[in-house]
């Protein structure tokens, strides 16, 4: 999910606990949304970002150490230092386990391993989280604008509807992959509709990109994109940004090829990801006389 969801999702889920256990509460909310303070490596430049996003901060060994630090700070500056590890980590893990069920996949078991999980169960914006989410901040604005802490009903409601949404979603996943065309690479959960999902194929030299409804199992929005990888294969792969996005994504393509008198234009993006047709993830990459690599341009 988006930092933003994972905070407010945080928060309805604490709230209600923070009249018993403030520090606990307090470390959950903080939990939920500290394992994307890893988009600070953009700092250091597009490649860092690419290579430490959704690594180490979203591992359990790394929650587990971060957690017995938080212990041991917190309990020497007069805090319970249990509440505050248990809150943490929770709230990390919670954080973790969610990023686990999208489409890019994060690296669980870092620094021991490096291969990133994910499910694709659920697209990291999804509306009906959202808005049943921001329902719920309602709720608890309400209840603290007449100086009233929530029940803990909003939380347990809260949790339950995630428990069993999210369980909807693995079964309309399931169903989709089953009604999926044969050699089909990826079904990625779209925004809007829990039982739409955009799929891709791997052909001879092309994709067939479609939409697929995991109701009746029909095809919409079909199209075939050529793909133009094999004549440049050997210079992509001394390009850090293209391997590092192919490790993300095996659709991650060259789409298109421009040529002038003096230069050639390689267009590449992420043939899975098709929600919002933006430029997040497209890669261009500008070839001068021989194949030389004259610039390089990765919007992240």
């Not at 079964?171 to 989709?176: E, G, Q, S």
């Not at 050639?264 to 001068?288: A, I, K, Q, S, Y």
Request: glycine content about 8%; aromatic content about 12%.
């Amino acid at each position: 999910m988006d930092i933003v969801t994972h905070g407010m999702m945080g928060v309805v889920i604490a709230a209600p606990f923070m009249a018993d256990y403030p520090e606990a509460s307090i470390a959950f909310m903080m939990g939920s949304v500290a394992p994307d303070l890893d988009a600070m490596s953009r700092i250091a430049g597009r490649r860092r970002f690419l290579k430490f996003h959704q690594t180490y901060s979203h591992a359990f060994p790394v929650i587990a150490a971060i957690a017995a630090a938080a212990y041991v700070v917190s309990a020497a500056l007069g805090f319970p230092g249990l509440h505050v590890a248990l809150g943490l980590a929770l709230g990390m893990c919670f954080h973790s386990v969610l990023d686990f069920s999208n489409t890019y996949g994060i690296t669980l078991l870092a620094p021991f391993s490096n291969r990133r999980f994910c499910r694709e169960w659920v697209f990291f914006i999804d509306l009906p989280v959202i808005a049943v989410t921001v329902g719920a901040l309602y709720v608890l604005y309400s209840e603290l604008a007449r100086a009233k802490m929530p029940g803990l009903e909003l939380s347990y409601g809260y949790m339950a509807f995630l428990v069993a949404y999210w369980m909807v979603r693995i079964v309309l996943r399931r169903r989709a992959g089953r009604l999926a065309p044969e050699g089909t690479a990826s079904l990625l959960p779209t925004t809007f509709v829990p039982w739409k999902f955009i799929g891709a194929r791997p052909l001879d030299g092309e994709v067939h990109l479609f939409d697929l409804s995991a109701v009746h199992g029909r095809l919409s929005r079909e199209s075939l994109q050529k793909i133009h990888d094999g004549p440049y294969a050997t210079i992509l792969e001394a390009i850090p940004e293209y391997q590092a996005m192919r490790a993300l994504s095996p659709l991650y393509q060259v789409v298109r090829v421009q040529k002038d008198e003096q230069n050639v234009t390689l267009t590449c993006r992420d043939l899975r990801t098709r929600n919002f047709d933006t430029r997040f993830g497209e890669l261009l990459v500008t070839l001068g006389s021989g194949g030389t690599v004259q610039a390089v341009e990765l919007n992240v």
